[in-house]
């Protein structure tokens, strides 16, 4: 790792000396030279190291964990990369919301069931009003947090059946599509 | 003609050719659009990439490249990866509230006693499974990362 013995992955990709204080020697050790190739391939070695420069050590990590994983899903989807993720995720989220919202409706029925006779005094109305409320809050804050998802444009995601959308995803074993 | 230069040569400082690669998909009313890009990912990466594609998915992988590299540039640190990590966290949240509210609705529906004894042991054996259900696939994805330096979302 730039002491000497084995140089990172990174130097020995790019076929220099691995120096003491390499920037690339902590994320891209010897022993997984792929997570570098992939990484180097996608973004190179050049902007990688820029972009490691600009950032505080402690994040270089995560930084460098993201990378891989765009540039990951950039080699499996060449044209959608990670949005094709995003999309799919976006989907299910859709779907288990509808599914929430049938569920919630059927629990509705049944309290509206179990006093089928009252009437709507300014009493009732009032704690209907608070259950509601309530029940829109479980709603909203998982709609809410949806918001920032919906500034992905939409045109991304318009012509979605591209021959190249077969892909397994290895990080999350399971088939993006279905 | 220097004027027609599309906006990957002018920021290159080199001359548009004919078969500019960049030229349909980087016009010279846009410079900061290829600038973004040219950052994250460089020229010659791009138009490597461009060239292994044919020319009617083209126009989407640049789109998707100039969205995925302004991630990027606002968070130097996650990118787009953020909004995939937030996606996975509320796709958690609504199965745990879903498995809930089935499990609400199977009791209920046992208390009720609808349906006779067989129709008891379906309701018991969902709430069972309901309960049992413990997603974590969130968890795997949280595990990539450095546990030193955990995304406030993980917490």
Redesign the interface.
């Given at each position: 790792m730039g002491s000497g013995s084995s140089p990172c992955a990174s130097c020995r990709l790019l076929r220099r000396r691995c120096a003491k204080g390499c920037i690339f020697a902590p994320y891209f050790p010897s022993d997984d030279p792929h997570k570098f190739a992939i990484v180097h391939?996608?973004?190179?070695a050049?902007?990688v190291s820029k972009?490691l420069q600009?950032?505080p050590i402690?994040?270089r990590?995560?930084?460098v964990?993201?990378?891989v994983?765009?540039a990951n899903a950039?080699m499996r989807d060449?044209?959608?990369?990670?949005?094709g993720?995003?999309s799919f995720?976006?989907n299910?989220?859709s779907e288990?919301?509808m599914?929430?919202a049938v569920?919630?409706a059927?629990?509705l029925c049944?309290q509206m069931q179990q006093d089928p006779v009252a009437l709507p005094t300014q009493i009732d109305q009032h704690q209907h009003q608070h259950h509601h409320q309530h029940q829109d809050h479980?709603q909203k804050s998982?709609l809410l947090?949806?918001s920032?998802?919906n500034s992905?444009?939409h045109?991304?995601f318009s012509?979605f059946a591209?021959?190249?959308n077969v892909i397994q995803d290895p990080?999350?074993?399971e088939s993006l599509w279905t | 003609m220097i004027s027609d230069r599309c906006a990957a040569c002018k920021y290159l400082r080199r001359r548009c050719p004919s078969d500019c690669i960049f030229s349909s998909y980087f016009p010279p009313n846009n410079p900061q659009r290829f600038a973004s890009v040219h950052r994250i990912y460089g020229a010659s990466n791009v138009s490597k990439m461009l060239q292994v594609l044919p020319d009617h998915l083209r126009a989407k992988a640049v789109e998707i490249l100039c969205y995925e590299a302004k991630c990027r540039i606002q968070d130097s640190v996650y990118g787009c990866v953020k909004t995939i990590f937030q996606l996975h966290q509320e796709i958690h949240n609504a199965k745990c509230q879903l498995a809930k509210t089935r499990v609400e609705i199977a009791l209920t529906n046992s208390r009720r006693g609808g349906g006779g004894q067989e129709n008891q042991v379906n309701q018991m054996q969902e709430v069972q499974s309901n309960l049992n259900f413990f997603p974590d696939q969130t968890h795997v994805e949280a595990t990539q990362f450095g546990s030193s330096s955990k995304a406030p979302w993980f917490s």
């Open positions: 391939k996608v973004f190179g050049s902007n972009m600009e950032l402690h994040q990590g995560d930084a964990s993201s990378l994983y765009e950039r060449p044209v959608y990369g990670c949005v993720a995003i995720l976006q299910q989220v288990l919301q599914q929430l569920a919630q059927e629990t049944f479980d998982l947090s949806n920032d998802f992905i444009p045109q991304y012509s591209s021959p190249s990080l999350k074993r | -």
